[in-house]
């Protein structure tokens, strides 16, 4: 199994760009999520879903934008990229939203 | 609000020292997790808890419920141990039920 896995690991945007960061998972997990990684702050949830078709806003969603429309994959797309976006992020995966959850490597995103 | 407090921020050991980190937190929760996040970046998770005590390896997790307190220890530390550790909270109802809350995180450093 690959676990969890993104893409890509580093990106470089300028402001108002648009993209999609990648994260795809093969252990049939129910529970996807996004979150953001910031010096000097805990891990902060910006979206997450409970299974295909279903998705819910954390803690600080806007900027951000996700579907998810196979079990496998759960795509973050920022819609205009601005500098408070420069940030790690990571997708998480766990069988349901309780209990252990699986890390992919990061996206370290910078917007200029 | 739901507040995940840990200390120390910083912790720098002698090999072979027995390690505490602490996490405290301000709401009723169903569970616990500890991670770790490597120097490179990723992120594994380390335990799982709801109650009392799980051991793996040299390392220990326990939690208080009653005093809304956790402890990770790791005895007989090594170089190989120095990461950051982060305590994270899942709430114990509602519709944040799926949503973690994390700590800043303890960074630890073992020298040989």
């Known amino acids: 199994n690959a676990g969890v896995t993104q893409t890509p690991k580093f990106q470089v945007l300028k402001t108002g760009q648009s993209m999609t960061l990648q994260c795809a998972q093969d252990m049939n997990h129910e529970y996807m999520s996004w979150y953001r990684q910031d010096p000097g702050m805990g891990l902060r949830l910006i979206h997450y879903s409970v299974g295909a078709g279903i998705t819910d806003q954390g803690e600080v969603p806007n900027g951000y934008n996700v579907s998810r429309s196979t079990t496998e994959d759960f795509p973050l797309r920022l819609l205009s990229a601005a500098p408070s976006q420069t940030s790690v992020y990571f997708c998480?995966?766990?069988?349901?939203?309780?209990?252990?959850?699986?890390f992919g490597p990061g996206t370290r995103l910078t917007v200029t | 609000k739901n507040e995940v407090e840990q200390s120390p921020q910083n912790l720098t050991a002698q090999e072979g020292e027995f390690i505490t980190i602490n996490c405290s937190y301000s709401v009723g929760i169903s569970a616990l997790h500890w991670l770790q996040q490597h120097p490179g970046g990723g992120i594994v998770s380390l335990f799982m808890l709801s109650s009392g005590k799980k051991k793996h390896g040299r390392l220990i997790a326990t939690i208080n419920i009653q005093e809304k307190h956790s402890s990770l220890h790791i005895t007989a530390s090594h170089p190989r141990d120095s990461a950051v550790y982060i305590c994270?909270?899942?709430?114990?109802?509602?519709?944040?039920?799926?949503?973690?809350?994390f700590g800043k995180g303890t960074k630890l450093s073992v020298i040989p």
């Open positions: 998480a995966s766990s069988y349901s939203g309780r209990n252990e959850q699986y």
């Open positions: 994270a909270v899942r709430p114990y109802s509602g519709a944040g039920s799926y949503q973690l809350t």
